[in-house]
């Protein structure tokens, strides 16, 4: 399968401790996105990268979060100090350079934080 | 801040009908696209608008763009069990085409 594929897709933690999430995006879609859902709305954008660049983030994306992508392919997205209120879906897509408007999305990695 | 905003919330219909969901926006757009999310599960890109356009078909899907009344429909024709999901509208912001914004979705339950 060629798809997004995210890990873990489901993630328990403790308040306080910190979650590491991968998504490996559609090989050769050089462009990534981080989305975080909650439940009964719809996803809400985080960060994008265009290969390796960061090159937009939302303000909902606080100091405790970090994504990176280091190599253009795979991304992180860290999640330091976790609250009860990170408790979500975090969902990633990608896109390629002709398609670059139609995202792709993995099938998410669902935290809940304790 | 959400730019679509989907109604109704959830629509409940028996299989063999059609489901017709709406979508409003409030700023100018490139394009309007449609997605499913199957309970727990991530999202199916189904279908893309260009806002020169005013229809669309994709198999059993229809969609519909107004853009002077900033507002989009989608149409699933003859319903099936299997089309149970939730259904999100998505626009890129004007200014940035990278920051997609979905709306809060409308729930359809196909009825067997």
């Known amino acids: 399968d060629t798809g997004v594929s995210q890990d873990p897709r489901h993630k328990i933690t403790k308040r306080g401790q910190n979650v590491t999430f991968r998504c490996d995006p559609i090989s050769e879609h050089n462009r990534l996105y981080w989305y975080r859902q909650t439940l009964g709305q719809g996803p809400e954008f985080l960060t994008y990268f265009q290969n390796e660049a960061q090159l937009e983030k939302s303000r909902l994306l606080s100091d405790r979060f970090s994504a990176e992508r280091p190599k253009g392919s795979f991304s992180t997205l860290e999640i330091q100090r976790t609250e009860q209120g990170d408790s979500a879906m975090y969902l990633c897509?990608?896109?390629?350079?002709?398609?670059?408007?139609?995202?792709?999305f993995g099938p998410g990695t669902r935290l809940t934080v304790l | 801040s959400q730019q679509g905003e989907e109604d109704p919330q959830a629509l409940s219909i028996q299989e063999g009908e059609n489901a017709t969901m709406n979508c409003s926006y409030k700023?100018?757009?490139?394009?309007l696209q449609w997605y499913r999310q199957n309970s727990g599960r991530g999202l199916v890109h189904l279908i893309l608008?260009?806002?020169?356009?005013r229809e669309k078909h994709s198999g059993r899907l229809r969609v519909t763009l107004d853009t002077s009344k900033k507002s989009s429909s989608l149409l699933i024709t003859a319903s099936r069990a299997a089309d149970t999901a939730s259904y999100f509208c998505a626009t890129p912001l004007p200014y940035n085409n990278n920051d997609m914004r979905f709306g809060a979705g409308t729930r359809l339950t196909v009825k067997p």
């Open positions: 608008i260009r806002s020169n356009e």
């Open positions: 897509a990608s896109s390629s350079r002709t398609g670059w408007d139609t995202q792709y």
């Open positions: 700023t100018s757009i490139n394009n």
